[in-house]
T-cell receptor, first 111, second 114 residues
């Protein structure tokens, strides 16, 4: 039930772009993206619903491919504050629309 | 006010103790959740309450006992825990138990079982 994220870890320099992928073995209804800094709770970034609706921030965008059961998070012109662990979360009609977190991607932005 | 408040922030308890974690939200949300997170792992769903009724129990051991006294409060009662239960416990809420809603998390309660 747990979606798989790639890469597991990535190191960027300030200003570089990054893509984080999330893949599920089950049909998806929605994909959520969260960022968690060490010692803190996950913070909501974005939600994508089946049908293409998208919400979120300006420099952080995401895509959702329902057929491939995949989502990607795009971080543009990364800043030091982007560092943290990124989790996707997915809900599938096959699991009663319950929400499960992905495996996580550790992102570190260095000066 | 998009806030989920959890208390205490830190708790150390012995294996024979009984303690409780508390969670409160005033956003009018009717779905509330407990997650458990170990270091460097994603949060794992434990329980879901929908309209104050237990909706999901992810095969959690009975030493964890959830309670939802009203639509704003969620408790997690702890009894006879094991050291491996030490973790960050996250409470969350959403408008309803529906996959299209944003799920808001509290700051978590760090639990250490000695």
């Amino acid at each position: 039930q747990q979606p798989v994220q790639s890469p597991q870890a990535v190191i960027l320099r300030e200003g570089e772009d990054a893509v984080i992928n999330c893949s599920s073995s089950k049909a998806l209804y929605s994909v959520h993206w969260y960022r968690q800094k060490h010692g803190e709770a996950p913070v909501f970034l974005m939600i994508l619903l089946k049908g293409g609706e998208q919400k979120g921030h300006e420099k952080i965008s995401a895509s959702f491919n329902e057929k491939k059961q995949q989502s990607s998070l795009y971080l543009t012109a990364s800043q030091l504050s982007y560092s943290g662990t990124y989790f996707c979360g997915t809900a599938s009609p096959n699991t009663g629309n319950q929400f499960y977190f992905g495996t996580g991607t550790s992102l570190t932005v260095i000066p | 006010d998009t806030e989920v408040t959890q208390t205490p922030k830190h708790l150390v308890m012995g294996m024979t103790n009984k303690k409780s974690l508390k969670c409160e939200q005033h956003m009018g949300h009717r779905a509330m959740y407990w997650y458990k997170q170990k270091a460097k792992k994603p949060p794992e769903l434990m329980f879901v309450y929908s309209y104050e009724k237990l909706s999901i129990n992810e095969s959690v051991p009975s030493r964890f006992s959830p309670e939802c006294p009203n639509s704003s409060l969620l408790n997690l009662h702890l009894h006879a825990l094991q050291p491996e239960d030490s973790a960050l416990y996250l409470c969350a809420s959403s408008q309803v138990q529906y996959s299209g809603n944003t799920i808001y998390f509290g700051e978590g309660s760090w639990l250490t079982v000695v």
